[in-house]
């Protein structure tokens, strides 16, 4: 839920990094909050356990730039990966705005990755929202490592599309990141279906992370224009 | 407008009746500081004594404390708990929920009490819920504030060149 104040000009906007146990979504922030200017973000809040585990939440405000006078204030929220502690997962998606799927590549952690999505798809449900009617952007991160599946496993596995119902929106959409790829295509079936932006990224160097955090913010002020 | 981003906004004048609402409550139990954040952790306003601290992080924490708390009471067959007292040595702050939406912060220290606090802050939210109502409604029926970002693809495009 967008928040426009005009009393201090400012458009905020909640963002929620999503995913499985120890798949980078607290480096993320950690990454952001490392390379943007000092004057443009906020503290950076971590509720972790003593092991550096999130226990409820880490949280880090960031500005990226002024559109009509108003600045855009993006609150960035990471969520616990575990599911044992799923009752805070659900309640930082309250009046989420934008969500970022952090996915491990690693080909050992993609049961864990289908859960994740699974559970961000009940929690999702259970507030009414529709996760394919909203910015949502799909990161796979570990991309380095050498156990890491193929890009085209993780698509099939985590973003297969999902039926597009609306006639306006059945034209063959180009993947703006990745040339050759469709966001929005008709399978062979005749079926029409749509996907989420993907993005490849090495957390722990900082790359993609950037690239990610721009996709969605874009997606979620696209959807208030 | 996608579904589950339903967006509130609030003009000058909403602000300047919050304002207003906020001060004299301020006024009349003697507090430093009030500040209302709304349930998703957004602070929506801040009135008297300038925060020491960060506020941005300190309505996250506000909200999230609000929510792990309406857990709590439904943990023991409550429906929320619409109020809550957090008390220090020296500054204590109570918390009450406005009109399902807004959180109200009132930090204080031993020059009021608690007593005195609480009194005053039950007419507050009274007030306060009636305005946010009227805010609330207007951003449902669709007929409120313009778009300010209405056609305003090509600069959000520039933004993340």
Known sequence: ?225 | MPVGAASWSFTEDDFGAIRAALETFLTDCNARCALLVDRSGQLVATVGERPTFDPTAFATLTAADFSANDQLAKLIGENDFNSLFHQGEKESMYLADVARRVILVVLFDNRTTLGLVRLKMRQTVQLLTQLFEQVFSRGATGASTPNILAGADDEIDKLFQ
């Not at chain 1, 990471?78 to 599911?83: K, L, R, S």
């Not at chain 1, 180009?174 to 993005?199: C, K, M, S």
């Open chain 1, 1 to 225: 839920m967008s928040m426009i104040n005009y009393a201090s000009r400012e458009i905020n906007c909640k963002i929620v990094y999503y995913g499985p146990g120890l798949g980078g979504k607290t480096t993320n922030l950690e990454v952001v909050y490392g390379k943007v200017q000092p004057d443009t973000r906020g503290k950076l809040i971590s509720l972790a356990t003593e092991t550096e585990r999130t226990l409820f939440f880490d949280f880090l405000p960031v500005d990226l730039g002024t559109i009509r006078g108003f600045k855009t204030r993006f609150h960035l929220y990471t969520v616990p990966g575990q599911v044992y502690y799923n009752a805070s997962r659900k309640l930082i998606l309250k009046g989420v705005d934008g969500i970022v799927f952090v996915g491990d590549s690693q080909l050992e952690r993609m049961e864990a990755n289908q859960e994740a999505m699974q559970n961000l798809y009940d929690n999702m449900a259970e507030y009414g929202y529709d996760l394919t009617k909203m910015p949502f952007v799909i990161q796979y991160n570990k991309r380095d490592l050498p156990n890491a599946s193929p890009i085209r496993d993780l698509q099939s596995a985590l973003n297969p599309g999902w039926e597009v119902a609306d006639s306006s929106k059945m034209r063959i959409t180009p993947d703006p990141y990745h040339a050759g790829e469709n966001l929005v295509e008709q399978l062979p079936t005749g079926e029409w279906i749509e996907r989420a932006q993907y993005f490849e990224a090495v957390a722990v160097t900082g790359e993609g992370v950037f690239d990610t955090l721009k996709g969605v913010s874009k997606l979620v002020l696209k959807s208030l224009a």
